[in-house]
């Protein structure tokens, strides 16, 4: 299960079907686009991929955090927390991910009408 093509959803509408009625075109791009970067992440040292281990995911953040600004930080948790959310999966968000986000972001909790947020996982 480590590629995450073995999961099946557990919901009537595909993911693709979902993705269209819950967000935007440019939400769905961004974060596609971020997940490609965690998936290249996660492949590149032979970790999970799908579902995403927390620690596997605070290893992540901190990588970007020497190389992302924090804004791109939160929005590449967000598009893993939406993959999950998106194949209705749980992700375990209030463990090692995010104790390795920066202070600043650690505080606030994801809003409501975002569109993908970790309390919806």
Not at 68 to 93: M, Y
């Amino acid at each position: 299960m480590a590629d995450g093509s073995e999961i099946e959803p557990r919901h009537a509408l595909s993911a693709d079907e979902l993705e269209e009625r819950a967000w935007s075109t440019a939400t769905v791009k961004a974060y596609r686009s971020d997940w490609a970067d965690w998936e290249g992440w996660a492949r590149g040292r032979n970790r999970q991929l799908f579902p995403a281990l927390p620690a596997d995911v605070a290893e992540y953040l901190a990588d970007l955090s020497r190389r992302a600004k924090a804004s791109t930080i939160g929005r590449r948790l967000s598009a893993i927390a939406w993959r999950h959310a998106s194949e209705n999966v749980p992700f375990a968000w209030a463990s090692p991910a995010r104790s390795a986000a920066p202070s600043w972001w650690r505080s606030t909790s994801p809003t409501s009408n975002s569109p993908a947020t970790a309390s919806s996982c």
